[in-house]
């Protein structure tokens, strides 16, 4: 879509579910309603292929979106990204291949050539090689014209290798990542080096990743390719020498002697050294071998530090979790491994899980921050992404082991009978409890005596009782059984406060809060809003730069054009949290923002801290709301509106 069908769209979004007039859209972009009518066509055609919203057309009346939530929410994401992002490649596919044709050969092409391969004008592939070769020096590879030669793309070996396997990232169609590579190749060719792989995983008894497992089969039919084109990896003797011992060195020679035999080629030693890289930085579902912990003598003192940091960060007792512990070691396993050896990695779901997430992954960012610096690594927030989902599975974890079957008590003032379908009401509809008896008012206190009671479910009041209770109709209602439900799940999760109680109107006053910012750079706006927080006593006159070099280390967007940077607690003073809404969004990482919440919380208080979390991912969730909020004018209407979010959920 152009800027104007976006802006449409945009729209449409914001006034979700409401009709918009033809003629008032083109008013507000100033243009024809014919010219509406055409992009409203082509917005149609997006939202067929994006999502499942539809829009609707009603004479008379307009025009409206029809979607769920889920929906609006992605659609309002897409949008924010696509504006962060460069000017994307009319056709992406067409740019990967110039692309792979760059990197692959070694020989110059001109702008002519590629203007005749793809039948395009040299303005077009002029523009497809502007948005290239800034792709291209994230990799370290510089695209350079020799004049009367062409185009070659100049870099080392290594880094020509990892932007071919990465190469998948210019598409933005996510059903097309995982095939380019593959597609370059025969049938036949992938098919041996699969089988290769899987003879390997099943002579030493390895579980690769399926992610791993599509890694390396790209990285070895790219090795046969550039092999055969004399374009060998370069390494120096020492590096080969520290990885001939290793027993993935065995594993990469049994795999590319067979490949050579099946190829009819032969691999320099440095392919078989690189190749072991790769399986030292592979991931494996399930890994693990004797002295693994003394071929990296950080791995133990890393998981240590982890678990008991994040234990006393978010107030969490981890270290009793076996299963956390033991998925660390073999993830941390080979995070070492492609740090000691130069490895990158990426993470595709680094942006969902800072958006589900984004209380666990910034305690894991703090924390690592100070593994960082203790051992001089430099651990990235890919990593940290990972490391989010082993820890937030240990919650989830711990969750089930409180929340397993309550053991439940019925008082029923009324006959057998009536005692008899409430128990069994409760039973149908409720699996996670256990029925410990069925008991009159009078019997209560010597029930107790003998048996243990979670929770008494009563159809009268019971003023007396120390256990904690709910007043429900004989008949069991639905608005009974969904106060049961509420009420059983405050009981497995006692931290998760009622929303009403806002954590963000808490610490947010009107003199923090800044609206219609105008600034282009994140920077200068994280600067500005810690320097007030430090005027007004909140916090140190270090906390606005450390709060810059957090957000270096990991952007703190976490969607729906939201962001929530922050310093580490040991600069704050007393909580608060400053607002600034922006009139224009800007650049913020990999996403467009326009709302700011810069946190300044103290750690004292871990059920503030993770509502807090759970408001700003709930109104994450909402992005007509966040709207609203951006276009307000007054803080009372502001701070009024946000309430009303909070309440409405």
Known sequence: MNERQITTLRMLLNQAGKHLLVQDIADKLGCSEK????????????????????????????????????????LFDRLNLAEASEKLPADEERAIQIAYHLLMNSKPITVQELSERYFLNKAVVKQDLNYLEKWMDKYSIKLITKQNVGLIAEGTERNK??????????????????????????AHEIEIVKKELNNIQKRHSLFFTDEAREGLTAHILLMIKRTKLKQSISMSSDEISNVTNKKEYKWAQECLLKLEQYFSMKFPDEEFAYLTLHLL??????????????????????????????????????????????????????????????LSVSNPMLQDIKKLYPYMFDMVIHVLEE??????????????????????????????K??????????????????????????????????????????LASFLEKENVDLVISTVSLPESEVPHIVVSPLLTATDEKRLQEFIKKLENPEENDFKESVLLKYTTPFLVFLKEEYTSKYELIEKLANTLYKKGYAEKEYSQNAILREKMSATSIGSSIAIPHGHPSFIKHS??????????????SEKVSIVFMLAIKNDNKFDTQQLFREISYLSSQP??????????EIVKFLSHYRQVIEDK
């Open 402 to 443: 409180r929340g397993k079957t309550k053991n439940i008590l019925i008082v029923c003032h009324m006959g057998v009978g009536m005692s008899r379908l409430l128990r069994t009401k409760i039973e149908q509809n409720f699996h996670s409890v256990h029925v410990a008896g069925s008991i009159a008012r009078a019997d």
């Open 35 to 74: 010219t509406v009518r055409s992009d409203l066509k082509e917005i149609e055609k997006y939202l067929a292929e994006n999502s499942q919203a539809i829009l609707i057309r009603k004479p008379g009346l307009g025009v409206y979106l029809e979607m769920s939530e889920e929906d609006h929410a992605k």
């Open 161 to 186: 290798r990892v932007a071919l396997a990465r190469i998948s990232e210019l598409l933005t169609n996510r059903e097309l990542n995982n095939s380019f590579i593959q597609q370059q190749f025969s």
């Open 576 to 589: 608060a949290i400053a607002v600034a809404t922006l009139k224009n969004p800007i650049d913020w990482g």
């Open 281 to 342: 930085g592979g991931k494996f579902r399930d890994y693990r071998t004797e002295g693994d912990t003394e071929q990296n003598p950080f791995l133990d003192q890393v998981t240590q530090e982890l678990v008991i940091k994040l234990s006393e960060l978010c107030m969490v007792d981890f270290q009793n979790d076996t299963a956390l512990k033991e998925g660390l070691q073999i993830h941390l396993y080979t995070t070492l491994n492609r740090l000691k050896y130069g």
């Open 624 to 633: 007509a709301a966040i709207q609203k909020l951006v276009e307000e004018n």
């Open 371 to 400: 593994v960082n610096q203790i051992h001089s690594l430099d651990i990235p927030e890919e990593e940290a992404g990972y490391l989010t989902l082993h820890f937030q599975a240990s919650i989830e974890r711990l969750k089930g």
